[in-house]
């Protein structure tokens, strides 16, 4: 069983930055492909970034790419998403997925197992 934990979300301004932090458990945390997804009201939950198990590649949403990066810290269990240039189109929850193998990048929600309870980011204008 992996448990995600994420935070840093929060209220910014149109053209501000926020970074949200995932907290995984387990041992073999570094093993795990991870992703970011968003859900807006009345919206489904869609993609917004992801990394592969090594770090070695990366992949974001059109709607997000060039203003926001996906990294992650294994010593410390976790996934980071800095977000910059926030838009008011940027509000949503932000969720944490993870898979506990795999080798590629995972851009579909159906391939992730493991989810976090969510964070949410408001952007005013």
């Known amino acids: 069983q992996v448990q995600l934990v994420e935070s840093g979300g929060g209220l910014a301004q149109a053209g501000g930055s926020l970074r949200l932090s995932c907290a995984a458990s387990?041992?073999?945390?570094?093993?795990?492909?991870m992703g970011w997804f968003r859900q807006a009201p009345g919206k489904e939950r869609e993609f917004v970034a992801a990394?592969?198990?090594?770090?070695?590649?990366?992949y974001y949403a059109d709607s997000v790419k060039g203003r926001c990066t996906i990294s992650r810290a294994d010593a410390k269990n976790t996934v980071y998403l800095q977000m910059n240039s926030l838009k008011p189109e940027d509000t949503a929850v932000y969720y944490c997925?993870?898979?506990?193998?795999?080798?590629?990048?995972?851009?579909?929600?159906?391939?992730?197992?493991?989810w976090g309870q969510g964070t949410q980011v408001t952007v005013s204008s």
């Open positions: 387990g041992r073999t945390f570094s093993t795990y492909p």
């Open positions: 990394i592969t198990w090594n770090g070695g590649s990366t």
């Open positions: 997925a993870a898979r506990t193998y795999g080798s590629g990048i995972y851009y579909n929600l159906r391939e992730y197992t493991y």
